[in-house]
């Protein structure tokens, strides 16, 4: 909110003068280390957990959330670096 008051958010912007780039990397190693300390809690407590066989749904609903994030990220790249364009302009 604080960069959007400033005018120096930028969404969708990857250029250097914008604070989107940025925030991207930092909730992009944020998510990454959940998703390690998810690991971690798994590995400890696989044993009780054993019968109803977590690791699938584990990693079927982080990778969702987590590709999720990246698909949004890699599809505003591509709209800022001009490979796609906008088939709705808004007005």
């Known amino acids: 909110m604080i960069f959007q008051v400033l005018g120096v958010y930028g969404e969708g912007k990857f250029e250097w003068g914008y604070a989107y780039p940025y925030l991207a990397v930092v909730l992009n190693f944020s998510q990454t280390w959940a998703l390690y300390c998810l690991g971690q809690f798994y590995l400890v407590t696989k044993d009780k957990l054993a019968p109803i066989k977590p690791l699938a749904k584990f990693l079927t609903f982080k990778s969702i959330i987590f590709l999720t ?17 906008d088939l709705w302009p808004r007005s």
């Open 69 to 85: 994030w990246w698909q949004g990220v890699a599809v505003t790249f591509l709209f800022s670096m001009g490979a796609l364009k």
